[in-house]
């Protein structure tokens, strides 16, 4: 066991280097660089830039050396833990991107803990009670959440929030909160911003989740150790959520390795609409500047969690299933 | 007592039903006619891509006609009128308050509708050029059946127009995604060995990119400035990239196990050749199951596009396709105000969900079990 | 053959009694009628075995005792009447609930079913030990100590190697044959007065096969288990079954002793399956086999169900009125259902 998390890790560094380059050479191929956007937001202004002003700003951000070097130089800077200072603004990478990825994070793992909780016994209600009024239901309005992408249900409840609820919802405090410091009523305050923001990141996935439960349950409950369970006389509730549960939930569980870091970044939009301080609207913004440090560090990051969140989910999958175990 | 059955006459065979002899495709249809949703789903695509073939036509101004009088302006109303089925003259006035524009009616002034008029040159299917429109009202008026945009152009035309993208480059994409991740997939699953470890590291790699972040930093690699044709094709190129891996897998997995199966070692041994297996007994095998990856990655892909139109990396105005409608849409203010704005989405949701439901009912018609 | 020798069944201490029993399946092609009338007692004690081609009922039978059915089956009338000790008295099953308490209690502790499958029939997730012990904390006893005890100890008794160890692998570490003699331990792990074994040995090796009946017969004379024995192999009856019923088309078309069965066989359906076994020593010639097969499921056939593949069928007669059943030896119970009889 050891043995193998071992050699995924290896294989994980392995594909976290390429990653890095690939990415890093992506992320600068749009042409023009940060600094053009530098100048032009200091022209808009109303300065003008000296031209030996540009060389040496030019020397600096290393705007004309080669991609390799560029590459390099910022490797080895991430790899001192200095994650450079953004262009963009003058804070340091990391930082910003500890700020925005641990609300990012946090938002996710909620929404996780909302879809698990949710599509599991729903799919498991639906595939027991299949072809009936309730499960039509159920299929229904899971294609409604497959069928409306995030952004877009973000979009709908933001208007009738507003029009009918008269609620505030976009950002994460209201603005009486802003830069007061943690407090109950502070608190609260986000978590009525927030929910919104849960519910539509996890509105997706728990209907595509909820279908997956039922199809595998479905599966499951045909199987012939579930009639052994039965013939036992186990109630059909511990069949069910003993035996067939345990057996249906494999493909949720390798879900767990793709869904949260799919929810980490699947929020850039969400949060586009509802304006919150996640990595995902950061990571646009930094595209967008061409602020490349930034990017490139945000995107090996996000991989790394994605890499991360599959061993675990494969480590989480031997442990439901001790077939796994042995390979 | 016994009685011998060899020694007795052959007995009539029984009257064994059809059910074991219908095609395999034919069951496929019947069981996917049980599923009413999926063919609800069905027919809503093709009247929608209908709709997409004529849109020019039924389009009755191009899509970026300005007119500042019809800004917000919103749906026309229908009466008949002296017989006749019109709309009408609008009044407009600004709110000062507000500062909004505020738009009365005038009865008095009743607007007829023409069929097939002349309007803005077009090419109908890319080909034929025509002006041809089914509908218009006298020049210097416009009719908003489906109400106007902050510029005043017209929703309707803008959906119609919109549609001739957000239709075909999602499925455009998927296609060419199919086509990649079935020829590696198959090239993968049935050479085994080298060929098979060289494709895997390569998914592995790809796999290992969060695919949000790469879409969008390959979308925001697009020349800004390029003709929207091509930057219809470069986003397609775009979600076939970042698509066929998946496919591939599947490909991979379902031929392996095709290639294992004792037909296939049959004809192995029967000397038949790897292009012979390949396309004998591999592709028609693995064919429903690509078609039903493929149904199903559609809707995500137009997802896709119009998620990138929305941020502004996809499609970019003067092209319009829903997601750039949807970008118009994006402020509380004019949807709240102005709720017509909020019909691209919900002509995308209708499409999206009916190829999910036409997706799912092939998927159980192919494969019952699954 | 069995050694033992057979004695005609008595209708007063059967354990489970089976009358006009119907069953059909409500699928989206049509009806399929699985049980049309199935009538058969089996004795206290004894091995009665099922016999029948796919398709005609022995798995529904079984299950139908166990109220196993999957739930598109209704059935439709008859009555399964089960008697725990000998002279008590008979519930009838299908009173029960599917997952009423009282039939769950039946289930696992008074009746017990094996399965055709042992790759499939063990949850993968839980070790063998977990598994036994599960129905034993069911219906035994609820000490962890006693119930890992006895598990061990049955597992002991189904010939185990190394039952302690066993005990903690999990199915897929165990041969195929191994995971049968763990059903066959779970099953009679509470001791049941009926063992359901619905083709136990198909999916197995012969000489797995061999092992696997020479234990089942060893536990039933030590027991004392009633065992339904449903097979289509006619050798494993005659190692097996103290008497059988053979079943077409989801009747019984004949019950006899295994011994009548063998050498006095009344029913063409039965000489017919008979015939289509390989002998030693015999060389010469074709094997035999049936003509045709088995109707479609979604159809009816008029008359004695058997008659489109029967060699002897009377025009007029078999395909036109259903044979009832007629007693052809009251004191060895030998009844069939034929024309030919009646």
Redesign the interface.
Known sequence: MLNYIARRLINMIVLLVAVSFIGFFIIQLPPGTILDVQLQKLRQMGGDVPRDQIKALELRYGINDPFVVKYWKWVQRSAAGDFGTSYLTDQSVGERIWGRLSVSLGLSLFALIFTWLVSIPIGVYSATHRYTTPDYIVTFIQFIGLAIPGFLLALIILIFATRFFNQQVGGINSSEFMDQPMSLAKFMDMVRHLWIAVLVLAFGATAGLTRVMRANLLDVLNMQYIQTARAKGLDEAVVIWKHAVRNAIHPLVMSLGTLLPALVVGETLVAQVLSLPTIGPMYLDALRAEDMYLAGTILVMLSALLLIGNLLADLLLAWVDPRIRLE | ?????????????????D??QIPQWQLMVRRFR?SK?SVGGMYVLIVMYTIMLFSDFLAPYDHNRLDSNYAWGPPSQIKIVNGQVSTFALKQTLDQVRLQWLYVVDEGHPLPIHFFVQGYEYRFLGIFPSKLHLFGVEDGFQINLLGADKDGKDVLSRLLKGSQISLTLGFVGVVISVIIGSIVGTASGYFGGAIDNMIQRVI??LR???????F???A??L?QNAPVEVRFFLITMIIAVIGWTGLAREVRGKVMAYRNADYTAASVAAGGSHWHIITRHLIPNSLSHIIVVGTLAI?AAI?SE??LS??GLGILPPAVSWGVM?RD??T?EA??TYPWM?LP?LV??IT??SF??LG?GIRDAVDP?? | MTSQPTTPPTTTDDVVRVEDLKVSFYTQLGVVRALNGVSFNIPRGKVLGIVGESGCGKSITGMSIMQLVASAGKTEGGKILFREFAGGDAVNVLDYERNSPEMRKIRGNNISMIFQEPMSSLNPCYTISDQIEEAIRLHQTEDKVESRQRAIEVLTKVGMPNPARIADSFPHELSGGMRQRAMIAMALSCTPTLLIADEPTTALDVTTEANILDLMRELQSEIGTSIMFITHNMGVVAQMCDEVAVMYLGRVVERATVDDIFYEPRHPYTIALLQSIPRLGRTKGRLASIEGSVPDPYSRVNGCPFHPRCPVAIKGVCDTILPEETIVDAAKGHTVRCHLYS
């Open positions: 007592m016994a009685v011998d059955a060899t020694q007795l006459p052959h007995t009539t065979a029984t009257q064994v039903e059910v074991g049980k949703l592995e790699l290992s990119f969060p695919d949000i972040p790469l969008l930093s390959l925001a690699a020349p809707p997802g119009t998620a929305f941020l949807v849409a994006q509380i949807i709240t909020l989405v995308l949701i999206v969900l999910y439901l799912d079990y699954a």
